[in-house]
């Protein structure tokens, strides 16, 4: 995939530059396309997956919170390091995502992705990046 002119490519670190994404679906499409490159043929049965269905889920969280919290996604990488899903996301705001525990009762209020991304990688690290913040997580694949 070519960045657009208007996307710039993205490293960190020896990571594929992958262009900027522009929704949640945009950055599962290019995970979606790293493992399949990775560990071949994704078919549906494999993408039910839990394990792919957690790498996918995080990557969707980290990225929204930048989406709708930090005014978008300012660097994306995703590569595969001994057979684990390494995500950086970087932003622009500063602020760090706050941990908010589900009180008992509470439906559909939201804010409750970042402790799901907490229990779903084997790490996560939050940065101060550029005036603004990198989001780094693995999801064990095996």
Known sequence: MHPTPHTPPVRHADA?????PRSAAEARDAVTRLLTEEFGGL????LANVVV???LLVTS????NALRHAD???????????????????????????????????????GYGWSLVHRLTARLSVTSH????RIAAVVALA
């Open 16 to 20: 594929v530059p992958l262009r900027l």
């Open 43 to 46: 078919t549906d049965e494999t």
């Open 53 to 55: 269905a957690d790498a």
């Open 61 to 64: 969280e980290i990225v929204t």
């Open 72 to 110: 978008g996604v300012t660097g994306f990488s995703a590569r595969i390091i001994g057979g684990d899903l390494h995500l950086v996301v970087d932003d622009a705001d500063p602020r760090h995502p706050v941990l908010q525990e589900p009180t008992p009762g509470s439906v559909g209020e939201g």
């Open 130 to 133: 550029g005036g603004g913040k």
